[in-house]
């Protein structure tokens, strides 16, 4: 266990004026605190907590127009210019259904909120941050030129927490893994039969923790008709073969709290170091290509013909993003997205783990 001493906010404070250019998450990696700790400690100097009453915030942010949505992991990040409209709010579940910002969230898992101000040279930018009781980030609004500053401070000061103490409460992970909730009795026929029988993407999930076992460990159990693995090569094969001819696809990028996606055509794909980027108009993606551990070509039935995603998984397990071809509820998968996924290069599939 790590047994460090934490900065106080003071230190904190002055290890980010010495380091301005350092990312966030970095300098907190480096700190030994976690992201949230370390901009909690700015409450009072550009920094105000705001309680993460989801639904509030998301029929709020509509007025507040042209944003930047911001959710991560550790290994991919997914940026969405536009606005949050078409908001659905929930207790459980949260979405927005807008046609450039498309979000699945989940509000229990929100714990601590932020507006956060930071001076650039004569700018001033300004986020709403929000993290998870773990201290990592869930999602992030980044205001932009066009954004409505009055809507932004009303929103703000109607969410604006009576403590603003420069700390935070911080507990360990929590793991959703069906497979944690116990041993897995799950075998590969009784796995094969349910997944069979699904007839919408959605029950995935449902039966995983049935069985109690991980993603992951359904698809190298499940069979290679259903599922069978590719090059780690396939992701940057994908995306070229994508943008060179046109093709819409769907783009999840996702954590405990919140899951970003992107439905539309990939243009501009720029590979840097360990990187590869997409820079389009208003989607932006990172990911990084030295975490990806494993890649899945995963086929699951609905009542509208079977859909095929590619699941890229890291060495722990977790999956950093997921693509499918771009449809609709009641539309048949595209063909070209199909041929592509089935023609991308194979390699022998692991046994079951």
Known sequence: MDQRVKPTPHEIRRARTENPKTRERDLAAQLGISEAELVAAHCGDGVVRIEPRVNDLLTGLEAVGEVMALTRNES????KIGVYDKVVTG????????????????PKVWAHGFAAEKREGDEIRRSLQFFDAAGE?????????????????????SLESSNQEPSVDISGPISD??????????????????????????????????????????????GTDYAWLLDNDAVRAMFHHAAEGGMPIMCFVGNRGCIQIHSGQVKSIKPMGPWINVLDETFHLHLRTDHIHEVWAVRKPTKDGHVTSLEVYAAD???????????????????????????LPRIPSPTAA
């Open 177 to 222: 893994d069906p497979s944690e909730a116990g041993a897995t009795s799950a075998n590969p026929n009784d796995l094969r039969d349910r997944w069979s029988r699904l007839t919408d993407v959605h029950q995935f999930f449902g039966m995983l923790k049935t069985l109690k076992l991980s993603r992951r460990q359904a698809v190298r159990m499940v």
């Open 137 to 157: 980030a869930v999602h992030k609004v980044h205001l932009r030129p066009a954004s409505s500053l009055y809507a932004y401070q009303k929103l703000v000061a």
């Open 317 to 343: 397990g977790e999956m950093i993003i997921q693509f499918f071809g771009k449809r609709h509820e009641g539309e048949s998968e595209r063909d070209d997205w199909r041929f592509l996924a089935e023609n």
């Open 91 to 106: 207790n459980h579940n949260a979405m927005v259904l807008g046609e450039n910002i498309d979000l699945r969230i989940f």
């Open 76 to 79: 991919a990040v997914h940026e």
